[in-house]
């Protein structure tokens, strides 16, 4: 059994910041990129940022660059999202996710997890 269990979201004012982890268990991800997507209501799945199996190679939503940071230890089996300055209109639910191919299309991911909340408050 594939899981992806994210954790850090939360509630906080605008200009705070927070740190998102995924945990991956019951296999192996070796050579998989790692992405984060977000939803806010009403709203499609947004692309947020992805990096390769090594680290090397990372990308970003434009609205994102300079705030946030993606980052793996693949000891721990774990991707982060450190979200710094962050504004109401990043408020969703943040996704992680696996595939093969580190795009920023969502249908190129083949495991996800179930979410977590971000809530940014102005």
């Known amino acids: 059994q594939v899981q992806l269990v994210e954790s850090g979201g939360g509630l906080v004012q605008a200009g705070d910041s927070l740190r998102l982890s995924c945990a991956a268990s019951?296999?192996?991800?070796?050579?998989?990129?790692m992405g984060w997507f977000r939803q806010a209501p009403g709203k499609e799945r947004e692309f947020v940022a992805t990096?390769?199996?090594?680290?090397?190679?990372?990308n970003y939503v434009e609205s994102v660059k300079g705030g946030f940071t993606i980052a793996r230890n693949n000891a721990k089996n774990t991707v982060y999202l450190q979200m710094n300055s962050l504004k109401p209109e990043d408020t969703a639910l943040y996704y992680c996710?696996?595939?093969?191919?580190?795009?920023?299309?969502?249908?190129?991911?083949?495991?996800w997890g179930q979410g977590t909340q971000v809530t940014v408050s102005s």
């Open positions: 990096i390769s199996w090594t680290g090397g190679t990372t």
């Open positions: 996710a696996a595939g093969l191919r580190g795009t920023n299309r969502y249908p190129d991911y083949n495991y």
């Open positions: 019951g296999r192996t991800f070796r050579g998989y990129s």
